[in-house]
């Protein structure tokens, strides 16, 4: 069924939405604009080196859902493209005609400097240019921030490391945790410093374990500070793995809401302590921390 909105459009996988992704989405934002069609932002969904490749990895820096909510969020609209192997083996020209141009109503296209499609990845700009003369569409050149070309994996090894700050001068923003908080243990409340259990996504990259600043933004819009722990504590007896947010000063029932934790600096690497005692004065540090973070 063919698409009744004409839109302009750009295709991709854009894990993360950094400032590269970024570059794209307002210069895309701008030529659907001036040419009456409605932005759009249609991503590959799941990513495709998780058919191509091995599921999961790469982690993913934003969830479909995370991605979709940013997109919306810059007043673009966001379509998944569901990818599988069958798409990846057309013919570029036979996936543009049929998925972009038939299907999706695209009008006006805007690809990154490395986007091709299409099987052995021939559906190159130039290419696409060739093949389809009607087809206005533009490239956008690499975005590079401090001498470097921005890119997923550059994110990915700095969340990695803990460096949650460089991560956030790639991204434009903080890492983020969008999830549902669930029951965990209730270990934390019997040791004066209750949490918020967040359920993360499938696939999602889980940062270097220790102990963030962060910030947590509830259901009703408020935002507070809050010091987050990610790994397995094994202070307490290694638990699975939890990103858990004791937020401060802050003692409402929040379980089944869904919750924004945005890391802002990394604090310390997770240890296992000699005592509990050991634990909650360490914790009160973390704490103390956050709060004049």
């Known amino acids: ?43 590959f969904e799941p990513h495709t080196r998780h058919v191509l490749g091995i599921p999961g990895h790469p982690a993913l820096l934003t969830t479909t859902e995370e991605k979709g909510a940013f ?12 990818f599988s192997r069958e798409v990846a083996e057309q013919p570029y020209q036979t ?44 490239q956008v050149s690499a ?22 700050e460089r991560a956030t001068t790639f991204l434009g923003r903080p890492y983020r945790f969008h999830g549902i908080v669930v029951a ?33 933004r509830l259901q009703d819009g408020s935002a507070h500070r809050a010091v987050v722990n990610i790994g397995l504590q094994p202070s307490i007896g290694d638990l699975p793995l939890a990103v858990e947010a004791h937020i401060l000063d802050f003692n409402a029932d929040i379980y089944g ?16 302590f000699a005592s509990i005692d050991d634990l909650k004065r360490q914790i009160g540090m973390d704490a103390d921390f956050a709060r004049n973070y």
């Open 1 to 43: 069924m063919t698409d009744k909105v004409l839109r302009a459009a750009t295709v991709g996988n854009f894990d993360g939405c950094h400032l590269g992704h970024q570059q794209i989405f307002q210069i895309l934002r701008n030529e659907a604009k001036a040419h009456g069609l409605v932005p759009t932002v249609i991503s």
């Open 71 to 82: 997109v919306r969020s810059l007043g673009l609209d966001f379509l998944a493209l569901p």
């Open 95 to 138: 996936f543009i005609q049929n998925e972009i141009l038939d299907k999706l109503n695209v009008k006006f296209l805007v690809l990154g400097h490395d986007h091709r499609f299409g099987a052995a990845g021939k559906g190159s700009f130039d290419a696409i240019l060739q093949t389809f003369p009607e087809l206005p569409a533009i």
């Open 143 to 164: 975005k590079y921030k401090d001498g470097e070309v921005l890119s997923s994996s550059r994110i990915r090894d700095a969340l990695e490391k803990g460096a949650v």
């Open 184 to 216: 965990g243990k209730r270990i934390g409340r019997t040791i004066g410093f209750p949490t918020a259990n967040v359920q993360t996504g499938v696939y999602k990259l889980i940062p270097k374990y220790g102990a963030y600043a962060a910030v947590v």
């Open 257 to 272: 809401q869904t919750i924004d934790v945005d890391l802002l600096t990394f604090i310390r690497a997770e240890q296992k």
